[in-house]
Structures are given as C-alpha cells and as structure tokens.
C-alpha cells in the first residue's frame, strides 16, 4: 500500500500517466494482503491484546517503509521479495505441520472460499496452499520490481 501510494503521488507529481503498470499492481498486492489477514483473523480469532499488537507492527512497519520506500525504494522492493520468501517458507512449513497432524486441519473459513474460490468443504490445508502461491507471487514481484530499478539505476 505504501509503495502504491508512492508510486501514485510520484506519478501525479510529474504529471506523468507512465508509471510501468505499478501502482495498480502494488495495491493488488496490499489487497491481497489484507485478505490473508482477514482471512486468519477468521481462523485465529485474536483477542483485544492481540489486534493491538497487529496495529502496533501496523504503525511502526508503515513509517519505517514509507521512509525506507521514498529514499531506498529498491532496498524496499528488495526487503519484501524477502519477506515473501520467509512466507513461502513459513507457510511450507505450516503445512508441514498440518500434514503431520499437529495442527488440525479445520474446514476453510468462507471469506477464505469466497475469496479463493475454494470447494465448500475446502480445509485450512487448501487455504494454507493458496495463500503460500500468492506469496510467492509478492515475492517475485518485488524481486522483479528491484531488479528494475537496478536496471534503471545503472543506465
């Protein structure tokens, strides 16, 4: 979100319609991402403590990447292919232990369904599966977008 609102500011600021496709794609992303939340806000249903602690990471990860976004914008792009890369990992590693029996594997909550167009007895394992391919999508997305402003950088 951060970095399509950027990118949507820059773009309007050179008055410039060009901005690769960018914006539009960084705020699918956010939307995407927003629905994995709401999606396991569903599953784990957090307690008052627990969403305040989501708004804190909100506030204190939301003014550090915008700043990081404005100066570094392709260490930024970079930080979070990285961090999609630890989700693919996180989520492998989530079905793991749903595989394994640890964790239960209960029926998929209907935002999940509707969101993903899940069978309607979709299990958290199907979920799990869905959202670690989005991901690695995000992931490569912002590898992508880096290596672009590398590119642009260098020329």
């Known amino acids: 979100m951060v970095a399509g609102m950027w990118q949507h500011l820059r773009s309007l600021r050179k008055m410039q319609p060009d901005d690769r496709g960018w914006i539009k794609t960084l705020l699918d992303e956010a939307e995407n991402e927003r629905m994995h939340l709401m999606i396991f806000v569903e599953i784990a249903k957090p307690n008052r403590f627990e969403r305040l602690i989501i708004l804190a990471a909100q506030f204190v990860f939301w003014h550090f990447y915008f700043v990081l976004y404005v100066f570094f914008p392709k260490t930024a792009h970079r930080m979070v292919g990285y961090f999609e890369d630890q989700a693919v990992v996180s989520y492998t ?58 590119l642009q950088s260098s020329t």
């Open 93 to 150: 590693q989530y079905l793991e232990e749903i595989n394994a029996g640890r964790i239960e594997n209960i029926p998929a909550p209907k935002t999940a369904i509707n969101y993903y167009g899940l069978k309607q007895d979709a299990t958290l394992k199907d979920v799990v599966v869905a959202v670690r391919s989005d991901e690695q999508g995000h992931a490569d997305v912002n590898h992508n977008m880096a290596d672009q402003l590398s």
